[in-house]
């Protein structure tokens, strides 16, 4: 039997695999149906400043290898979050993090500041919003990535992981910018920028148009810059994109994850999902690989 399990600053994570945000709601529904112990943690949905009602349907379009989503990162908000859910959250038998989602610095910096006391393993930040004073995606740009991880650093002594967007011209610059501004981790990728069409009606499936990819057809791209990012950066790497049996986590974590997380899996097979640790388990015995550690950052490149 191998050991798989993985400490980041301080943390230790009973196996790598976690349930990406988006995709496992706050945990109530998948805790009543699975045992959450066997996983590595969740990532809780995004958590806005105000409730947002998110965008009208049809929202989620099937694809090839993979699916488009246009949610719109509906929640309750802050308030809401923290008067009805958090409790539940916090008792899940796994490590917790909690995504955030915002339109300004500011905003980041208050969602920090107000679950800075929350019995939480961490923060993650997604920068994929887009700033609401010039439309541009927090994660597009270096400098803005480093100012609001800092101002999130002076308010929250939580290890704090920054969610960075695929859709830029250097990955490696924005990974850097992240660590920079006090960053514990960097999970990457989100979802690339898609469209689906229905040529009947010649219109986009996806009522707002375009929507985030997501599933096997994003893993090779996924894989591509979190090697790059593992060689760039001295903090740990959360690898996610693509991922649905344990080969995949080994090749994440080859290229240089300390942890992956999981998503689109979840919403079509859940049961595979919390089978993965298992099966993780039984391919390092196969492979000869006793701490599952060994693997990070393995990759024998040409």
């Given at each position: ?138 994660g597009s740009d270096p400098k803005q990535i480093e100012g609001l991880m800092s101002r999130v ?150």
């Amino acid at each position: 039997m191998s050991q798989l399990n993985v400490m980041i600053h301080h943390t230790t994570f009973r196996n790598p695999i976690l349930g990406a945000s988006g995709t496992v709601g706050f945990g109530r529904e998948l805790s009543r149906l699975f045992d959450v112990s066997t996983i590595g943690g969740l990532v809780s949905k995004a958590v806005t400043p105000q409730p947002r009602r998110g965008n009208f349907a049809p929202r989620i379009a099937e694809t090839a290898q993979g699916m488009l989503n246009a949610v719109g990162l509906e929640n309750p908000g802050l308030e809401q979050f923290k008067r009805e859910v958090l409790a539940d959250f916090s008792e899940l038998n796994c490590r917790r993090i909690v995504n955030l989602a915002a339109g300004s610095i500011e905003e980041y910096v208050d969602l920090a500041r107000e679950l800075r006391e929350a019995d939480i393993d961490g923060l993650e930040l997604n920068l994929s919003c887009p700033n609401v004073k010039d439309g541009l995606s927090f994660g597009s740009d270096p400098k803005q990535i480093e100012g609001l991880m800092s101002r999130v650093r002076r308010v929250s002594d939580k290890p704090v992981w920054v969610k960075l967007t695929p859709n830029v011209t250097s990955i490696t610059d924005c990974a850097k910018a992240a660590e920079a501004g006090g960053a514990d981790g960097i999970s990457l990728i989100n979802t690339l920028l898609g469209m689906a069409i229905d040529i009947r009606s010649r219109r986009p499936i996806l009522k707002n148009n375009t929507g985030g990819l997501s599933g096997p057809a994003i893993k090779p791209i996924a894989l591509r810059m979190v090697h790059e990012v593992y060689q760039a950066v001295s903090i740990p790497v959360i690898g996610l994109g693509g991922i649905r049996c344990a080969e995949d986590v080994i090749e994440f974590m080859l290229a240089g994850a300390s942890l992956v997380q999981v998503g689109t899996l979840i919403l079509s097979d859940p049961a595979t999902f919390f089978e993965l640790p298992r099966e993780l388990d039984k391919l390092a015995d196969r492979l000869g690989v006793t701490q599952i550690t060994q693997l990070i950052g393995q990759l024998k490149t040409w």
